[in-house]
């Protein structure tokens, strides 16, 4: 009881300093930014002596070395070069030879949990979108989907490239919102959007709405693009609405489900595809604007690091203890 | 009320994160909240989208679906599923989903997962690049669709468990079990990508949106 | 009959939706119509089951005065704050402003994020305590997840660039061909053995092989 109310009561007062008593921003100089690196290199390499001499530190250990290691970049200023790969290339190449006034069809099918992997996807797809005057129709096969979709909306409405373009809900974009049922929701809507989206967010009949004037299924839309976490997402989208009414679709996933997409994408049944952060950040980059993806590719290459420095001193201390149990018989 | 909301959603996540000293007050309180949050967002979400925006929108539109009340009476049936004694009545949708999907399944699966993945995998040594039709020749795709090919042919051999892995057959499956030990290391290297990157969103939001420290 | 009826519903709807794929014409179409429709709502009423289903739980746990019954009243109050407050503003309980809004946007979102979040620190103490080079299949995973990691952020190229490694051999770009050629093959294989298998298992649950789904009498 006293050592957690003396955690407690550290972790509030460190909040609170932080809060309260730091100026900010906070902005490490590129010598401090060195220090940092060498410092935590040192630690490491104790972390291997330790190992080494069958001293396995703590899980509390690793998760400050995470911690650390996802933290601390934020206040670096360092640049790194970011490389297209070509599925994500494949989606920009889509988008950009499209005409002005297509209709693109952005499915959002995940949830706040999986946010920091799409929605700089989403943010940067509908920037990339708006600035080429195409027509946005967004529906989710997940409750939280339009949620988040008018999260990045918002993002790239704010955008100046965009900003001058003075759009327009139900002219330029619209939000159709969520319906229950996974893939038999795509079966319905090749034949007919209306009989499964009878009304926008808003409570807009559909048939009031402007931009879908001559939308009435997949026949009618130019390009396709999902951003999924899970089921229901791209694999049914791949079956019923690609495999069987023809649609030309792109996809953003989180890193999990990225893998298992590349089938898809060599069969040609993928028209690109972002695979977690780094898609997102490599899309940012096609679409040259600077995000929060590749804000996030700092951190996320430290954490790597720290990772691989984590399994090669776990494997270094296994072959040596292997040698040592070798050499006793 | 944004300063409060941002206050309130930095203590739900220091909350969760106190998980990694050890299972605490603070944690269980944030872990019963979220459930009984979550419950709630989903049945407020599907009354207002579903039960009213599809069952009772199409009922009460001008010409009425009729066929809906159907749906509707399945779906009360699912729910009598909390009374024990007529629970067993929530048999009758649940054959419904399992029979749509497994007839849904039965088709779609074997046209997209099978046929045009084995149909994509017979592929000339000339090779195209993902969905651009241009003919082109290269040792870099010559090489790699030899691989796909005979990576996936011998993953399927791996797969075969019929036949005892001997002989030559044992040797196609060892390879394949190569192949596929590549598959799951890049699998990890992907996870490890996406659980950092939701860590890296967190954090942000804990150090930029709540305190301030980032610009 | 209590196991007869449900055997035959989903013999029947199994057949239509199979058939309805070849013969999009009348009757089939209606049949994939009314279904699909169903489908929806039953769905949306199984969801409100598992709701209603906790919110019995946790009533029952709070009545017998379990361990840790306080957390049941918890997870009963804050389920009851987002039903009432979400209901208030009818069926503009999503737009920006109502307390909805609010509650998904500073309290589910939060901690949705975060408890996924807390994964990335097990899976590196798990990394370190576990992923060990055994054997040679251990050590292609393992080189695997190596090139796939370094290949896969920025710093993987700076580390290249810096060793004078040629530009066709740098991480990004074996990351590029593992993904796109040995990936895609093993996925391809794992993709085609499951969907083989889903097939056979959707044929004996149509043709009444399979009955686990109904449970016991």
């Not at chain 1, 002005?100 to 499915?107: D, H, Q, Y």
């Not at chain 2, 872990?31 to 009460?60: C, H, K, P, Q, R």
């Not at chain 3, 009851?80 to 737009?95: C, N, Q």
């Not at chain 3, 998904?104 to 097990?122: I, R």
Request: glycine letters at 8%; proline letters at 4%; hydrophobic letters at 50%.
């Amino acid at each position: 009881m006293n050592r957690d109310f003396i955690i407690y009561s550290v972790t509030l007062a460190i909040i609170l300093i932080l809060y309260f008593l730091v100026p900010k921003p906070i902005n490490f100089s590129p010598t401090v930014s060195s220090l940092i690196i060498a410092l935590i290199g040192l630690a490491l390499l104790y972390i291997l002596f330790r190992t080494i001499m069958r001293q396995y530190v703590g899980r509390r250990v690793v998760f400050l070395f995470v911690g650390i290691a996802v933290v601390l970049p934020f206040f670096m200023n360092v640049k790194q070069p970011i490389r297209v790969s070509p599925e994500v290339q494949t989606v920009y190449d889509w988008v950009a030879q499209l005409e002005r006034g297509s209709k693109i069809l952005v499915s959002f099918d995940y949830d706040p949990a999986s946010a920091p992997e799409l929605q700089p996807m989403a943010e940067s797809f509908f920037r990339l979108c708006l600035e080429r005057d195409l027509k946005i129709i967004i529906m989710g096969l997940w409750p939280q989907g339009p949620q988040q979709a008018e999260l990045a909306l918002q993002i790239a409405l704010q955008d100046p490239s965009v900003v001058a373009k003075n759009l327009r809900r139900h002219v330029d974009y619209v939000n159709l919102g969520f319906q229950t049922g996974n893939e038999f929701v795509i079966q319905r809507m090749g034949t007919s959007f209306k009989s499964m989206f009878t009304r926008d967010v808003s409570g807009i009949p559909y048939d009031s709405i402007p931009l879908l004037k001559d939308v009435s299924n997949f026949s009618n839309i130019d390009y396709s693009f999902n951003l999924s976490a899970g089921y229901p997402g791209t694999v049914e989208w791949v079956q019923v609405a690609v495999d069987r009414y023809g649609l030309k679709m792109g996809t953003g996933n989180t890193g999990v489900q990225a893998t298992g997409m590349y089938p898809y994408l060599r069969s040609g049944q993928l028209k690109g595809l972002l695979g977690g952060l780094s898609g997102a950040a490599e899309f940012e980059k096609a679409t040259n604007k600077v995000g929060t993806a590749t804000f996030y590719m700092l951190p996320q290459s430290f954490s790597h690091v720290i990772v691989i420095a984590f399994i090669f001193i776990g494997n270094v201390a296994y072959f040596l203890g292997e040698k040592r149990k070798k050499g006793k018989e | 009320m944004q300063l409060f909301g941002i206050w309130v959603a930095a203590f739900f996540t220091l909350g969760i994160i106190s998980f990694l000293y050890r299972d605490n007050p603070w944690y269980k309180l944030c872990e019963s909240i979220f459930v009984g949050i979550s419950a709630g967002y989903w049945f407020v979400t599907l009354f207002f989208d579903n039960i009213l925006g599809l069952f009772w929108a199409g009922l009460s539109r001008e010409n009425p679906n009729y066929m809906l009340l159907v749906g509707g009476v399945l779906g009360i049936m699912m729910i009598l599923r909390l009374a024990p004694k007529i629970g067993w009545i929530s048999r009758w949708p649940l054959a419904f989903v399992v029979g749509a999907t497994a007839g849904f399944y039965l088709i779609n699966y074997f046209s997209s997962n099978v046929m045009l993945q084995v149909s994509s995998t017979l592929m000339p040594l000339f090779s195209t690049r993902f969905s651009q039709p241009v003919f082109s020749a290269s040792a870099y795709d010559t090489i790699g669709n030899i691989v796909i090919a005979a990576g996936t042919f011998t993953g399927l051999v791996y797969f075969f468990f019929s036949r005892e892995h001997k002989g030559v057959f044992g040797g196609v499956a060892k390879v394949g079990i190569w192949t596929i030990m590549i598959t799951f290391g890049a699998s990890f290297g992907y996870t490890v990508m996406s659980r950092m990157s939701l860590l890296i969103g967190r954090m942000e939001f804990i150090f930029k949106d709540w305190l301030g420290l980032i610009r | 009959m209590r196991r007869e009826i449900p055997l035959l519903i989903t013999g029947v709807v199994g057949v239509i939706f199979v058939l309805q794929y070849f013969i999009p014409h009348a009757p089939f179409n209606q049949f994939n119509n009314w279904f699909s429709d169903w489908f929806s709502i039953i769905g949306a009423c199984a969801i409100w089951l598992g709701a209603l289903n906790l919110i019995k739980i946790s009533a029952d746990k709070i009545y017998r005065r379990r361990a840790d019954w306080g957390y049941s009243v918890i997870i009963i109050l804050s389920f009851l704050l987002i039903v009432i407050i979400g209901s208030s503003s009818w069926t503009h309980f999503r737009d920006a402003g109502t307390g909805f809004d609010w509650l998904y946007t500073y309290v589910y979102s939060p901690l949705s994020a975060t408890m996924f979040a807390l994964l990335a620190f097990f899976v590196a103490s798990a990394s370190y305590r576990a992923f060990r080079a055994r054997n040679l299949e251990a050590t292609l995973l393992l080189l695997a997840a190596f090139f796939v990691m370094i290949g896969r952020v920025p710093v993987g190229d700076a580390i290249g660039g810096a060793l004078g490694i040629p530009e066709s051999f740098m991480p990004s770009k074996i990351t590029i061909w593992i993904m796109s050629f040995i990936n895609s093959a093993g996925q391809r294989a794992i993709m085609i053995g499951i969907a083989l298998g889903i097939v056979s298992t959707s044929l004996r649950i149509i043709l009444g092989i399979e009955r686990s789904y109904l449970g016991g009498d």
